[in-house]
C-alpha cells in the first residue's frame, strides 16, 4: 500500500492567516492525489483533484500544488468556516489510501 | 444535485454481519463507481472497496475476505456486507461515488453524510 503522511497533524490559525498542509507519499503518485474538507456532522467535501484542480464550487482562496511525491493545500486567508479537518487521498494505486488528516482549529 | 444517504443496523453483535444500504439520488448507479469508506473513532479513513456499474468489484486487500459489495438497479442503491465483524470494525461508515478521468486519477464526491456502527453484544 501507499503510506500517506501528512503534516502538521494540527494546527492553530487565526480568520485571514495563510494556511498550508503538506502531504508525502511513499512512492511517486505523479498527479493522483485529492484533497478532502470533513466538518463534524457533514459529509466529507471533495476541495482538490489531481492535486491541482479547483472542484467545482470550492472557494478559490484554496489551491493545491505538486506532483510525484510531495503535495501542499494551501488556504490563502483562513475564513471561519474553514476551521475543520483536511485529508489527502491517493488513486495511483488501489487500495487507495488517505492521510490521517489535519486538523485546523481556531487560534 | 447528486446526493447519497447511508442506513442500517447502528449496533451489531460480534461475529454477525454489518449490513448498509446507499439510496442514490440524481444520478443513476448504472453509470459512475460507488464505493465505501469508513473512519474508525479518532483514527483516519479507510476505503473499503468499489462496485463498478457493471458489477465488477475491487475490495481492499486487509478486508477482502469479510466484504462484499452489490447493486440494486431497481432501487437505486448499492449496498456492504462485512462478515465476522469484531470491535475494530466500528467505525462511521461513508458512501460516496467515485469519479474516474484518466490522466487524472479517482476520486470521491459527492459522500453519503456517514452512519455510526457500533460493535458490541
Known amino acids: 500500500d501507499i503510506q500517506m503522511t501528512q503534516s502538521p497533524s494540527s494546527l492553530s490559525a487565526s480568520v485571514g492567516d495563510r494556511v498550508t498542509i503538506t502531504c508525502r507519499t511513499s512512492?511517486?503518485?505523479?498527479?493522483?492525489l485529492h484533497w478532502y474538507q470533513e466538518i463534524p456532522g457533514k459529509a466529507p467535501k471533495l476541495l482538490i483533484y489531481?492535486?491541482?484542480n479547483l472542484q467545482s464550487g470550492v472557494p478559490s482562496r484554496f489551491s493545491g500544488s505538486g506532483s510525484g511525491t510531495h503535495f501542499t493545500l494551501t488556504i490563502s486567508s483562513l475564513q471561519p468556516e474553514d476551521f475543520a479537518t483536511y485529508y489527502c487521498?491517493?488513486?495511483?494505486?488501489?487500495?487507495?489510501?488517505f492521510g490521517q488528516g489535519t486538523k485546523v482549529e481556531i487560534k | 444535485q447528486v446526493q447519497l444517504q447511508e442506513s442500517g443496523p447502528g449496533l451489531v453483535k460480534p461475529s454477525e454481519t454489518l449490513s448498509l444500504t446507499c439510496t442514490v439520488s440524481?444520478?443513476?448507479?448504472?453509470?459512475?463507481?460507488w464505493s465505501w469508506i469508513r473512519q474508525p473513532s479518532g483514527k483516519g479513513l479507510e476505503w473499503i472497496g468499489v462496485i463498478y456499474y457493471s458489477g465488477g468489484t475491487n475490495y481492499n486487500p486487509s478486508l477482502k475476505s469479510r466484504v462484499t459489495i452489490s447493486l440494486d438497479m431497481s432501487k437505486n442503491q448499492f449496498s456492504l456486507k462485512l462478515s465476522s465483524v469484531t470491535a475494530a470494525d466500528t467505525a462511521v461508515y461513508y458512501c460516496?461515488?467515485?469519479?474516474?478521468?484518466?490522466?487524472?486519477?479517482?476520486?470521491?464526491?459527492?459522500w453519503g453524510q456517514g452512519t455510526l456502527v457500533t460493535v458490541s453484544s
Open positions: 460516496a461515488r467515485e469519479t474516474v478521468v484518466t490522466g487524472e486519477g479517482r476520486w470521491f464526491d459527492p
Open positions: 487521498q491517493q488513486s495511483y494505486s488501489t487500495p487507495h489510501t
Open positions: 489531481a492535486a491541482s
Open positions: 440524481g444520478a443513476s448507479i448504472r453509470s459512475y463507481y
Open positions: 512512492q511517486n503518485i505523479n498527479n493522483y
